[in-house]
């Protein structure tokens, strides 16, 4: 039987924060921004297997905000890796080697994923194995060459997020590759293994969580 995954990946340490709580136990509008990512999976299928892949160092400090603020979504939890590489690889070890379905990797300080983009990944994924959210950019982009720099068509290009969804053989083939520096995501894994790449319509809200302007944005988006 077919089984569909998400990887709930958060290994920050909260330095780009200027604080010694990492990024994704901070909490916005009453409730820590890891529980709003997991909850938005939850609420897009109740069904859906979460792997949450963690430091074993903060195992212990997740506990007690679950039980804090009485979190009781299920989940299994994997250690975090050196790099996100082997963080993800963690994650996937938790899925049996037989298993079939899909898989989604996201970010766990991405909370403001819509429920609309995480069913286009999923029902995207069971077609075209290997699928990723993109939004325009909207700012123009230059080009720097050396000392010099052009303008280039930012029509030609796109924003990646996650989830980022697999077909679950595809993914685990993919990662029992050796790492490589040009491995920036979960897309770039599969494409090395000569994977195609589907791009799908993202959310523009569906930030990255990752500095203090950053959560004073998350703020407003809540507020509204």
């Given at each position: 039987m077919n089984k569909d995954y998400i990887i709930i990946v958060a290994g920050g340490k909260g330095l780009r924060m200027g604080g010694d709580i990492p990024k994704q136990f901070l909490p916005i509008h009453g409730k820590p921004i890891l529980m709003r990512t997991i909850e938005q999976f939850h609420k897009y299928n109740d069904n859906l297997n979460i792997i949450l892949v963690l430091?074993?160092?903060?195992?212990?400090?997740?506990?007690?905000?679950?039980?804090?603020?009485?979190?009781?979504?299920?989940?299994?939890?994997?250690?975090?890796?050196?790099?996100?590489?082997?963080?993800v690889k963690n994650g996937l070890n938790l899925i049996p080697d037989t298993a079939f379905g899909i898989v989604g990797v996201h970010d766990g300080v991405r909370p403001f994923v819509s429920l609309d983009v995480i069913e286009r990944c999923y029902k995207s994924a069971h077609i075209n194995d290997a699928v990723i959210p993109v939004i325009p950019v909207f700012e123009t982009v230059r080009h720097l060459i050396g000392k010099t720099n052009e303008t280039v068509s930012r029509s030609e290009y796109r924003l990646v997020q996650t989830p980022q969804t697999f077909n679950i053989q595809l993914l685990k083939k993919a990662y029992k590759q050796a790492f490589c520096d040009s491995f920036t995501d979960d897309a770039s894994v599969v494409e090395h293994l000569g994977g195609k790449i589907t791009l799908v319509d993202g959310?523009?809200?569906?930030?990255?969580?990752?500095?203090?302007?950053?959560?004073?944005?998350?703020?407003?988006?809540l507020k509204d």
């Open positions: 430091p074993s160092s903060q195992h212990d400090y997740w506990y007690q905000l679950c039980s804090k603020y009485g979190f009781d979504i299920p989940y299994d939890i994997a250690d975090g890796g050196n790099t996100r590489f082997d963080s959310n523009r809200e569906n930030i990255k969580i990752t500095t203090p302007f950053d959560l004073t944005i998350a703020e407003a988006l």
